[in-house]
């Protein structure tokens, strides 16, 4: 059967597509109908932090389809309630309530409806770079003109200031304002990582002003960056967080989360979600929340995170411009277009990544990943942007790049079981 021929007859077009078609995965790895096996470093753009059909999640979605999978919110449910209780476990206080989402942009229009609600004001504040989903409402606060221009009107008012830039968010931020919204690291924008001075100042400057600080972790939160939330770097709580991507353990599911006050002020069927909440899913977070909680993979993370970005910038490249990120959330920027080279890991080395903006490569390893394997394509990155080899002319001179070694201090995920998993 030609899949790849028939997706392409009947899918909307509004995605490019590759020329072959992925069939299965475990762990860290995929493989195409072919045969071929990919070393996987995007895992559905930081949905698969726990890689691929992992045991727990597999057996919770498995145990809970036999039982119950579809009850809307206005009935009370037990995978629901144990659901709520283990992800509110994890975080901070006043951060109690949780409005559960099928998506991370249904999570940020959550977000956004919330903070009006609570606030009673209209203008939204954020970063230039952001990207926060597609929807009219989660688009009005996303950077990129190319994918707002075509849709206006939107959600107004809304203003855009340089990410990073503590004076130009002090400026902004008024009276009017209803929320502050930011990426603890520009995900789409380029994987840029929020200085400390940045975050702190929104959190002090939205309470002054009595707006919200809106924190969108959708693809920074559950360990990917070296802490359970990004937030924790910066040593700041917001008063609503967005959450998706791997918070299901590759199920569809995102979540609000916001504080008792916050959540009393929005009027009772002022939103809603027919799917949002449903057993299948809230039996798939809890089993996703509970393998990187109680395992401490952001431990995990942060280690290899750090392997892999000194093994990147080893690379003697001219190409390269920078290499930056958190934990296992890695961009390379070039100075030049990032595709040709994504194409290049792709079909010469059997890597799978993907872009944050033109020019950077953006990694995001699944934390079941081995240093060995990190070494491996950071190898391979270094010879798909030097043609052929880890030797190049620099300065006239050949150089080859000194990696690394693999070390022993980073123990690699043995068990799945969860503790006390029903």
Not at 293 to 306: K, V
Not at 315 to 321: A, G, N, T, Y
């Amino acid at each position: 059967m030609d899949w790849l021929s028939i997706e392409k007859r009947h899918d909307s077009g509004v995605y490019a597509k590759s020329d072959f078609v992925i069939v299965r995965g475990e762990g860290a790895y995929v493989w195409d109908a072919e045969g071929n096996r990919y070393l996987d470093l995007i895992n559905g753009i930081g949905v698969g932090f726990l890689g691929h059909r992992h045991p727990a999640v597999v057996e919770a979605i498995k145990k809970q389809a036999e039982t119950l999978a579809v009850l809307p919110q206005v009935f009370a449910s037990d995978r629901r309630a144990e659901f709520y209780k283990t992800l509110v476990e994890t975080l901070p206080e006043p951060l109690t309530r949780v409005f559960p989402t099928n998506s991370g942009t249904e999570a940020v229009e959550a977000a956004l409806k919330f903070a009006r609600a609570a606030t009673g004001k209209k203008k939204f504040v954020a970063a230039m770079r952001s990207f926060h989903g597609r929807s009219f409402g989660s688009l009005s606060i996303t950077w990129e003109k190319k994918y707002r221009e075509p849709f206006k009107p939107l959600v107004e008012p809304v203003e855009f200031i340089p990410y990073n830039d503590v004076e130009a968010l002090e400026k902004a931020v008024d009276g009017e304002t209803a929320a502050v919204i930011l990426e603890p690291v520009q995900g789409e924008g380029g994987v840029r990582p929020a200085t400390p001075e940045f975050l702190q100042a929104a959190r002090e400057v939205t309470r002054e002003k009595g707006a919200l600080l809106v924190l969108d972790e959708i693809q920074t939160g559950l360990g990917r960056t070296g802490r359970m939330y990004a937030f924790e770097h910066y040593g700041v709580v917001p008063d609503i967080l967005t959450l998706a991507k791997p918070l299901g353990g590759g199920f569809p599911l995102g979540s609000m989360v916001t504080t008792d006050e916050i959540a009393d002020r929005m009027p009772k069927g002022a939103h809603g979600s027919t799917f949002g909440g449903n057993p299948l899913a809230m039996a798939a977070g809890t089993a996703a929340v509970r393998a990187v909680w109680e395992g401490r993979l952001w431990e995990r993370a942060e280690r290899l995170g750090a392997v892999f970005m000194e093994a990147l910038r080893a690379i003697e490249s001219k190409k390269v411009r920078e290499v930056r990120g958190l934990g296992l959330m890695v961009g390379v920027e070039l100075k030049e277009k990032a595709a040709p080279y994504l194409k290049r890991l792709a079909e010469e080395h059997k890597i799978l990544t993907i872009q944050a903006g033109p020019n950077v490569m953006r990694f995001l390893p699944p934390v079941v990943v081995t240093e060995e394997e990190l070494l491996g394509a950071a190898r391979a990155v270094a010879e798909v942007l030097n043609e052929g080899g880890r030797k190049w002319d620099v300065g006239g001179k050949k150089k080859t790049t000194r990696f690394p070694q693999p070390t022993s201090h980073i123990p690699h995920p043995t068990s799945h079981t969860l503790k006390g998993a029903s």
